[in-house]
């Protein structure tokens, strides 16, 4: 069965960095796609970015351009967002799923529980 985790929220000033990690298991190969979503309180879930399973190509939504990056590391089984910068309209439940990586964030079937991340002085 797969199995998403994500650890690494928390609370940071604006401007500050965080950098979210997912572990993933039950796959026979990691080199799946992978997406990282969001959702704030009372708004629609939103895909931040996302590294495609064949050639690690990426994708970002336009509000974190230049500020956030995707990576993954297929030895550890573990999939990255790298997140500087922090404003606080990036404040949201960030979560890891598995994604197609087709100029966005197309979510597949499974889904990690979520990590909190909060952006306020």
């Known amino acids: 069965q797969v199995q998403l985790v994500e650890s690494g929220g928390g609370l940071v000033q604006p401007g500050g960095s965080l950098k979210l990690s997912c572990a993933v298991s039950?796959?026979?190969?990691?080199?799946?796609?992978f997406g990282w979503f969001r959702q704030a309180p009372g708004k629609e879930r939103e895909g931040v970015s996302c590294i495609s399973g064949n050639d690690d190509s990426t994708y970002y939504v336009d509000s974190v351009k230049g500020r956030f990056t995707i990576s993954r590391d297929n030895a550890k089984n573990t999939v990255y967002l790298q997140m500087n910068n922090l404003k606080p309209e990036d404040t949201a439940v960030y979560y890891c799923a598995t994604a197609f990586c087709w100029g966005a964030v197309i979510p597949r079937d499974s889904w990690g529980q979520g990590t909190q991340v909060i952006v306020s002085s």
């Open positions: 039950g796959f026979t190969k990691i080199d799946y796609g």
